[in-house]
């Protein structure tokens, strides 16, 4: 009996949310799923006015993430010209409220979800290819995809892309010391004098992140109970994190066999971006551009979310189609 249930609200599940056909003839999506994926079931979120227009995949970051609560902010225009997909993953946001994980994390698992997710769109709406997006810690799951399995992308869009973390680390760190003794932050110097690189301890990435937080204005890592949060997020993801950044993109992954399209931003001018534009030469692709916001730091989505879209919808869909 438990198994029917289970098996009846599976099915009520990829119905939830409404599915109308428009003026010009068009189902219009806006519903959520919840799939097996890797073992556990998974959220999905699928919006956009046309059911037949094509998928956009959204890959978020920390590890550990969800772009759900924030998604429609810079998604508004895109449901216009794709079906948007967010997807929680594994103990992430509505995932984790169904389900903890049954495996161990690990990058390779969160990969092998990844190419599950993708499969899974592809076959519900009859597509071979889609549209796929990162941000940060998630392009380590897209550069997999796109290596892999390129025949199942129109394009790859990662948007502050990992792709040498020892080498970033190291210039940050470089950045935040000059800061500290420039501004004669006396916190900022002592607490930066105990972070190791490469990151071994815990400590270690916290308190490069809390002073590039704070460096980049972000107000709540001043806040009494950042150490407390933040370290709730270490004692899930810092082994995972650890383990999953050593890898070095311009040894391990020299060329792509689909469109790549990097999205950087630049407004806070840290030479780690510049990273990025390095490998953006190195990598050889079929197509790939790189377009840098000026007005943004590592959040793009939130900072300039109307020219993230533009870019998008404008430059990189009918490049990727042509």
């Known amino acids: 009996m438990k198994q029917i249930i289970t098996a009846i609200l599976f099915v009520l599940s990829i119905s939830i949310g409404k599915a109308e056909l428009t003026n010009k003839g068009a189902v219009k999506i806006d519903t959520t799923a919840v799939v097996k994926i890797g073992g556990i079931n998974q959220f999905i979120k699928l919006q956009g006015i046309d059911d037949t227009k094509p998928l956009l995949l959204f890959l978020h970051g920390g590890p550990g993430t969800s772009l759900i609560p924030v998604a429609d902010k810079f998604t508004d225009k895109l ?159 810092f082994p995972m994190w650890k383990n999953s950044v050593t890898s070095n993109l311009f040894k391990t992954l020299p060329a792509l066999k689909c469109p790549v399209y990097f999205i950087e931003g630049i407004g806070d001018q840290q030479k780690s971006h510049y990273i990025v534009e390095d490998y953006y030469k190195f990598l050889k692709a079929p197509k790939k551009e790189l377009f840098w916001f000026d007005k943004s730091g590592h959040t793009v989505f939130n900072s300039e979310p109307e020219k993230l879209q533009q870019v998008i919808i404008e430059k990189i869909l009918p490049a990727a189609l042509k």
């Open 79 to 237: 449901k216009a010209h794709f079906v948007v997909v967010q997807w929680d993953q594994r103990e992430v946001g509505e995932t984790l409220k169904l389900n903890h994980s049954t495996e161990k994390l690990s990058l390779g698992l969160l990969q092998k979800d990844t190419y599950e997710v993708i499969k899974y769109l592809l076959q519900r709406f009859k597509h071979k290819k889609l549209f796929l997006v990162s941000h940060s810690f998630g392009s380590m799951l897209g550069f997999d995809i796109a290596e892999k399995h390129p025949e199942l992308l129109y394009a790859f869009i990662p948007i502050s892309a990992i792709v040498d973390q020892k080498k970033n680390a190291t210039l940050t760190m470089e950045m935040l010391v000059k800061w500290a003794g420039q501004t004669k932050n006396e916190t900022a110097i002592k607490e930066l004098t105990l972070v190791n690189l490469p990151f071994e301890k815990k400590d270690d990435l916290f308190y490069s992140q809390k002073w590039l937080f704070i460096h980049n204005g972000v107000d709540f890592a001043k806040e009494d109970g950042f150490k407390a949060k933040y370290h709730e997020w270490l004692a899930v993801w």
